[in-house]
């Protein structure tokens, strides 16, 4: 079956870097969208950044211009590079894996993705 794995989450302070990778498994994994989500406490989970099979990105207002999505088909890995971090990015983040193959609009909503990774906290304090 599907797996999604993130990792890269830890404590970083205000204007640092952190990068988070997902590493998908039990399917072909360029064909399909890949997204990353971010929930922090007391909030619903929100949509920071997706890439398509066909490597066209998409960003959150609230972090485009500072996040950076890429991915490595051979390693079957997407990433989420964070640049200049705001204590606001404090949260969990998911990575999801699109419902439908090689589809040519982004999913936005949650249902629209049908395999989720366990999560990786990224804190941002002083």
């Known amino acids: 079956q599907v797996q999604l794995v993130e990792s890269g989450g830890g404590l970083a302070q205000p204007g640092g870097s952190l990068r988070l990778s997902c590493a998908a498994s039990g399917s072909i994994f360029s064909i399909f969208t890949m997204g990353w989500y971010r929930q922090a406490p007391g909030k619903q989970r929100e949509l920071v950044a997706t890439?398509?099979?066909?490597?066209?990105?998409t960003y959150s207002d609230s972090v485009q211009g500072r996040f950076t999505i890429s991915r490595d088909n051979t390693k079957n890995t997407v990433y989420l590079q964070m640049n200049a971090l705001k204590p606001d990015d404090t949260a969990v983040y998911y990575c999801?894996?699109?419902?439908?193959?090689?589809?040519?609009?982004?999913?936005?909503?949650?249902?629209?993705?049908?395999?989720w990774g366990q999560g990786t906290q990224v804190t941002v304090s002083p």
């Open positions: 890439i398509l099979s066909g490597g066209s990105t």
């Open positions: 999801a894996r699109d419902r439908i193959v090689s589809r040519m609009v982004v999913p936005t909503t949650e249902s629209g993705y049908d395999h």
